[in-house]
């Protein structure tokens, strides 16, 4: 082998090296998996019966050739602002051309006002068996509130809806019912500002609970030296809301805990009250006396606030949504920030993100029930969300899991950070409120959830005392029969009820601890004084015994005439200088002390 090949050679090795240890001294903080789960069916039940083999309500006027046979108008409601948003001209022209081609001439119907004014048209027509449209878009905390006005999808096809994401899917199951179909997916998701990370020695984000937390307090510990007082750990929606109950299914979740759960046998349980959820809520209190969760965000933040102190540099965690990406890009921070999946303590390694989005249903009273779930069924197609996509963009992601291997999807989705926006959700665990086992009381629950956490956080009740009173509240709700829990809920002992310790500005602190050293100054000052004056008396009464009485005599007068003297010049402070002859006089006499 030739001089030349052999350098060659080395030369390959070398860099073969440098590569490796590249690309093995990047940690890869979870495996990229897709958000999937069992495939969603109504198994042991069927189309014709529910699970406990009862008749499925209204399989038998079901047409199960409906997606042949469906023709003639449909109506979809629209919720105002999906109506009014910038993308709505596109998509109802898609809509209306999928019609056409399907012999379904599609319209809208647009409800003014908010989609609380949404709802309670629907309900209201629903009372009174009655309504024009055939089709609506259910937000994911409203599913058991309207779902007694909505067809069940599984009496048309079991196998409706088995292609979604199984978890995602869930979401619209009440009372073995499907009565919705999987449209939009939005989750929980964490932003962080990468600036302060890389500043700070942290080159990648948080994986769990514990390097949050460290990561946080490390930062925010160097910040306030700073007097970057107002700067937080974690960022979120903390007011009593909606919001609110998902941000406490994630926590609960990055625990491996659920607020429902479903024994066995298919009963409903509470599973709030457990050591793991209230060690949980130790840590969170701990976080609010630390200052990584500022105290005053506790029962008044929102999503909006959040963001906007994200935005302003103010917070280095926020917990948001991805239907909130776009507006963070369009804000445009003036730092370096990064997406990663919310930090959890799953065995797994992945992230955790709250469900929320949105169904299409048939209504119940539809005038065309045939084309209603013909057309609802498209509107949640895997066709149909990936054209959506790719005219949205980020604003919407889809409930398929392969679209996150999607080549053309992701290249929408772009990156954040240099990392793939596909990448950084296919890590996230999806854990859904348990609205569809609620059913029509999940608000009931929710607003239950809201108040006994704001008062944990707030300091209001102990800890374990308020999740049990939670855990007895949601019985109540659901009727549900007492817990037969018999193990204490054990929680760290160090921690029993909250405070919301206010952060103490470093400037106060300096200052005191300044004045104490100028008052210990002085005070140092004033005995080397009183000590200088003790010993030049103890001189002078030496020269007094040495000289006899005729001294002492004289050093009385002197010190007489020494004390007008000091009188006179304290007098004189403050008047000005002295005159010539007064400044001689007093030359003159203190040329007479003699020691």
């Known amino acids: 082998m030739s001089l030349a090949a052999k350098r060659n050679g080395w030369l390959a090795t070398l860099i073969w090296c440098a590569l490796a240890l590249t690309v093995f001294a990047t940690p890869v903080r979870r495996t990229a998996i897709t958000t999937t789960s069992r495939p969603l069916r109504p198994t042991p039940g069927n189309r014709t019966h529910y699970s406990d083999g009862t008749l499925r309500l209204g399989s038998l006027e079901v047409d199960t050739n409906y997606t042949r046979v469906a023709s003639g108008n449909v109506t979809l409601l629209m919720p105002w602002d999906r109506a009014t948003n910038a993308y709505a001209p596109t998509l109802k022209s898609v809509q209306q051309a999928w019609g056409a081609s399907n012999n379904i001439s599609v319209t809208w119907r647009l409800v003014g006002g908010s989609y609380d004014d949404y709802v309670n048209t629907i309900l209201d027509a629903c009372e009174k068996d009655e309504g024009a449209w055939d089709v609506v878009w259910i937000r994911a905390d409203m599913v058991g509130k309207m779902s007694h006005c909505l067809k069940d999808i599984w009496a048309w096809n079991e196998a409706a809806a088995v292609e979604h994401g199984g978890v995602v899917a869930r979401g619209a199951v009440v009372d073995d019912r499907l009565v919705g179909l999987p449209a939009e997916l939005s989750f929980g998701i964490m932003l962080y500002n990468d600036d302060l990370l890389e500043q700070y020695g942290f080159p990648y984000p948080p994986g769990n609970l514990d390097e949050l937390e460290s990561m946080a307090t490390a930062i925010l510990k160097a910040e306030r030296t700073l007097e970057r007082y107002w700067m937080c750990g974690w960022a979120g929606p903390l007011s009593a809301s909606e919001n609110l109950t998902t941000v406490v299914s994630e926590w609960i979740g990055s625990v491996s805990g659920a607020i429902l759960t479903e024994t066995s046998s298919g009963a409903l349980d509470v599973s709030v009250a457990t050591s793991p959820v209230a060690n949980l809520f130790v840590r969170l209190v701990q976080w609010i006396s630390q200052g990584v969760i500022c105290s005053e965000d506790v029962g008044s933040a929102t999503p909006d606030s959040s963001l906007q102190k994200f935005i302003d540099g103010k917070t280095i965690f926020l917990r948001t949504s991805t239907d909130m990406l776009k507006r963070i890009i369009d804000a445009k921070p003036g730092f370096n920030w990064g997406v990663a999946p919310l930090p959890s303590n799953l065995e797994s390694g992945l992230g955790i993100g709250g469900l929320d989005g949105w169904y299409v249903g048939a209504y119940k009273y539809a005038p065309n029930p045939e084309a209603a779930v013909k057309t609802a069924e498209w509107l949640s197609s895997a066709g149909y969300q990936r054209d959506k996509i790719l005219t949205v963009g980020m604003g919407m992601v889809g409930t398929y899991p392969e679209f996150l291997l999607d ?38 629950v929710s607003a239950a959830i809201q108040e006994r956490v704001l008062q944990i956080l707030e300091g209001d009740t102990y800890i374990v005392t308020g999740l049990q009173a939670l855990d007895q509240k949601i019985r109540g709700i659901l009727d549900l029969p007492p817990s037969n829990s018999t193990g204490p809920i054990i929680a760290d002992p160090t921690v029993t009820k909250p405070g919301k310790a206010a952060i103490r500005k470093v400037g106060t602190q300096l200052s005191g601890l300044f004045l104490v050293v100028c008052i210990t100054a002085v005070v140092v000052l004033l005995l080397r004084r009183k000590q200088r004056h003790d010993m030049e008396l103890e001189e002078k009464m030496k020269a007094e015994a040495e000289r006899g009485p005729e001294a002492r005599v004289e050093m009385q007068a002197t010190s007489i005439d020494d004390e007008e003297e000091r009188k006179k010049a304290r007098k004189l402070k403050g008047k000005g200088r002295a005159t010539d002859e007064e400044e001689q006089g007093l030359i003159d006499k203190s040329e007479k002390i003699e020691i």
């Open 407 to 444: 080549r053309q999807v992701c290249n929408v989705y772009g990156s954040v950070g240099g990392v793939s926006l596909c990448l950084t959700l296919s890590q996230v665990f999806l854990v859904r409120r348990p609205v569809g086992l609620a059913g029509p009381l999940w608000h009931n």
